[in-house]
């Protein structure tokens, strides 16, 4: 690899370009580092995103008034207000009461920024999906379902072998959207200095002066991080696909 | 009228995200009244405001009740502090306004771009509307942020751009990059018998597309535009991050000016509850132009 | 094949036509006289619809030849040829079409105001004259929305007529009605039809096609089977497979 490296060290010795990420090791290994941080929030943000949409999908289907209500409220919290400001909230305000004596006696946070920068977009994404898994469900219609029973299905089976399978395609492009704005929401980690990508380029670009580059960096590195996502859920899509259902793109 | 596909559509966009939902192709009536599990919207009022702000007091309450006798009271510090951080607020809001009709205007011609025939200009639009959605808002901002000139001279006079101007260009980037989308979809949505009688009846391209699918599409696109704003005005606050003195960044000025720690959670709160005050009402507004636009058809 | 007397308006050559693999239309020709009314029949995915499509230019053809009231369908390229035919040849469609969001009367009006560039006022005249030939008068400001089935494909039929063709196409006008609607869609066709109008219609009403048509014509499989006076055709059919298909409809 020391080839390549060498390149880019010519590169601006040539041009004026500076990509120290490339052939300074120190710089190399932060980004990678940094790079790593972004991809291991948005997947653990992603899983615990689903499983809370999950969750509150099936929370609003309960007899409980309570229980509905108490999901419907979680939802228009977190959906109309801004995530930076709930990222504040629970970082700088709830967490300014989770203090546990460290050692030495200081006082330390007891749930660490990477921590809640998960919670926080975690409880975001998640009231998204609740709303994009409950308009799924709602989308089969009653008529098939009556079918299902009158064919002698539970009312448990009819829902897993019929219903979800159906919700599920109807609401995967809106869960793919939903996905996308997540991987872009971890850029918000910034704000409460977690070491994700563009913390690491701040960094960088803040060291070696050369803004131009890292910038054009972490753009093609978040586009092509996103078209990553977009392709693989794309594939998904299509290898799941039931004709009749879903999007017909009809380009004129 | 229009040829339906029966039950087999897409997640009908009768949902109230202010998320980037796909437009779908065609609101579907009838299936999603079948299962009612969300208490109803029209039924909760404004009642449950009232709840939101008894809870905000609480939790003022308890973290005063930290705090010795000395110190005035977190509500009366909270008013302290209100005429200001309203001020950045709608500081925030007109940022948003701004962003919302720029954005919105290179937008619908970006959007136009994107059904052409003629290729290469679709491609170009394609990769402009795609670039600047897969983008996370906030690295658009400190692109714009560090690489516009702090000053531009056009006609020979010179013009500063302060920050706030530069956040504005930033913010209405990706909102023209979703507009563009919107527009897309909108237009194809309109089913393709439209574009057959209207050609039948020997009008040019451009003239189906002025006269006949576009009016059509307004009312398609007014609840996705309605929820990119909802979501446009609480990405306002991501200019502070970028160094633009909005409510953020005046909060955090508060906060600090005030040095004490049982103070975070409810000014943090506070704003939150301006936002949702502000936004919730927008999300309402949003379902119902989607049920009269839906029942129109 | 031909039939008709004199030259005939619409003459359709040997046209072949597919959809990537699948070839739809595989050698249709006939011919259509002025003033005549013409049914196709036929299964479904035999290329009927196709066919009415490929007479006014909505589809292009693969192979063969068709021209219409002088023009030359198959040799259309630009969009000012294409308007100049659409001129002579309405159509009207299975599901009406109507603009939403312009009221009935102006769905009658747009085209001959934007593309015949004729004057409004005497447009409104006619289009309000069309209106009451259609029997729809009082319905000159409603929108289709407010319309039922019927009155939409009342509105479309006044809508091409406007247009002050030489032929009309009607593509399985009636399918999309209910039963009650549908005799006055037909009662209007028929008094078209009576005053001279050259009508090639694909229907699945037969009784209707018996007393309407000046001529039948049965495809299927992209193929035309059989044609005849419609006498002849339901009385005799001469092929098999219009003995089935007949036998199954009627």
């Known amino acids: 690899m020391q080839p390549v490296w060498n390149w880019f060290a010519e590169l601006h010795d040539r041009t004026g370009i500076n990509l120290t990420i490339f052939y300074d090791a120190f710089d190399r290994h932060r980004f990678a580092e940094g790079f790593v941080t972004t991809v291991e929030l ?7 995103s689903v499983a809370i949409g999950v969750i509150g999908a099936w929370l609003q289907g309960s007899r409980l008034r309570l229980l509905r209500l108490a999901v419907y409220w979680y939802i228009q919290f977190f959906r109309n207000t801004p995530p930076l400001v709930q990222l504040y909230f629970f970082y700088f305000g709830v967490g300014s009461f989770l203090k546990i004596s460290g050692p030495g006696g200081l006082a330390q946070p007891l749930v660490s920024n990477m921590t809640w920068a998960i919670l926080s977009l975690s409880f975001y994404a998640g009231a998204f999906n609740v709303e994009i898994f409950r308009s799924g469900i709602e989308a089969v219609p009653r008529a098939t379902i009556e079918a299902a029973e009158a064919l002698g299905y539970s009312r448990l089976g009819a829902d897993r072998q019929i219903m979800l399978p159906l919700a599920f395609r109807i609401c995967l492009p809106a869960l793919n959207n939903n996905l996308v704005n997540l991987v872009k929401a971890t850029t918000l980690a910034y704000a409460i200095s977690v070491p994700e990508m563009l913390w690491v380029s701040n960094q960088i670009w803040s060291d070696e002066l050369n803004v131009p580059e890292m910038m054009s960096v972490l753009l093609i590195c978040y586009v092509g991080l996103v078209g990553v996502l977009v392709f693989a859920m794309g594939r998904w899509e299509k290898a799941i696909r039931v004709p009749g259902i879903g999007l017909t793109a009809r380009t004129r | 009228m229009s040829r339906r596909l029966g039950w087999l559509e897409p997640l009908p966009q009768t949902s109230d995200l202010p998320v980037l939902l796909p437009v779908v192709e065609r609101p579907i009536s009838g299936a999603n009244t079948d299962r009612k599990f969300c208490p109803s919207l029209a039924r909760l009022r404004g009642g449950y405001g009232f709840w939101i702000v008894a809870a905000l007091l609480l939790s003022a309450g308890v973290a005063g009740a930290e705090t010795g006798p000395v110190h005035p009271s977190i509500v009366a510090t909270l008013i302290k502090w209100t005429p ?47 670039f600047f959605r897969n983008a996370p808002w906030l690295v658009l901002l400190f692109f714009c942020m560090y690489m516009l000139p ?6 020979g006079t010179t013009v500063p751009l302060p920050d706030w101007v530069k956040a504005t260009f930033g913010l209405a980037l990706p909102v023209m990059a979703n507009v563009a989308e919107i527009v897309r979809g909108a237009v194809q949505s309109i089913p393709s018998s439209q574009w057959e009688s209207a050609e039948a009846l020997a009008f040019t391209r451009s003239q189906i597309l002025w006269m006949i699918i576009l009016p059509q599409c307004v009312k398609r696109m007014l609840p996705p535009w309605m ?17 633009v003195n909005e409510v953020m960044t005046l909060t955090g000025d508060a906060l600090g000016a005030e040095s004490r720690p049982e103070l975070l959670l409810p000014f943090y709160g506070y704003i939150l509850l301006w936002f949702f005050l502000y936004c919730y009402p927008i999300a309402r507004w949003t379902i119902r132009f989607e049920r009269r636009f839906a029942v129109d058809r | 094949m031909s039939n008709a007397s004199g030259r005939p308006i619409v003459s359709i050559r040997d046209v072949h036509k597919s959809y990537g693999a699948v070839e739809i239309l595989k050698g249709v020709s006939f011919d259509v006289a002025k003033g005549e009314a013409v049914c196709i029949i036929g299964p479904s995915g035999s290329g009927k619809s196709t066919l009415l499509r490929c007479i006014n230019a909505l589809v292009p053809i693969d192979r063969g030849e068709i021209r219409v009231a002088g023009h030359e369908v198959h040799k259309l390229k ?25 009221t009935a009367l102006e769905n009658i009006m747009m085209a001959p105001i934007h593309v015949l560039k004729e004057d409004k006022d005497e447009v409104e005249a006619r289009a309000r004259k069309l209106l009451a030939k259609v029997r729809l008068e009082q319905k000159a400001d409603a929108y289709p929305g407010e319309l039922s089935g019927g009155q939409q494909q009342r509105i479309a039929i006044a809508r091409g007529l406007a247009m002050r063709p030489d032929v009309m196409l009607f593509d399985e006008v009636t399918a999309a009605l209910d039963p009650e609607t549908v005799k006055e869609v037909l009662v209007t ?3 078209l039809a009576e005053e001279g109008m050259t009508c090639i219609l694909v229907t699945h009403e037969m009784g209707f096609a018996r007393e309407l048509a000046d001529h039948m014509y049965f495809t299927d499989h992209g193929v035309i089977v059989e044609h005849g006076p419609p006498a002849e055709f339901f009385a005799n059919p001469r092929e098999a497979r219009t003995r089935e298909f007949l036998a199954q409809i009627l």
């Open chain 2, 84 to 130: 200001l951080l309203f001020g950045g607020f709608l500081f925030n809001l007109a940022i948003s306004a701004f962003a919302m009709i720029g954005g919105t205007a290179a937008g619908v011609f970006l959007g136009l771009g994107e059904i052409v025939q003629f290729a290469p200009v679709r491609a170009v639009a394609w990769l402009v509307t795609h």
């Open chain 3, 189 to 191: 066709i028929r008094e």
């Open chain 1, 42 to 48: 948005a997947a653990v943000c992603i899983v615990l």
């Open chain 2, 150 to 155: 702090f000053q531009v001279t056009v006609f």
């Open chain 2, 227 to 243: 929820n990119l704003y909802a979501i446009l005005a609480m990405d306002t606050v991501l200019a502070s991050i970028v160094g």
């Open chain 3, 78 to 102: 630009t969009d000012k040829e294409l308007i100049a035919l659409r001129r002579k040849v309405a159509m009207v469609f299975q599901q009406y079409n109507l603009f939403p969001h312009k």
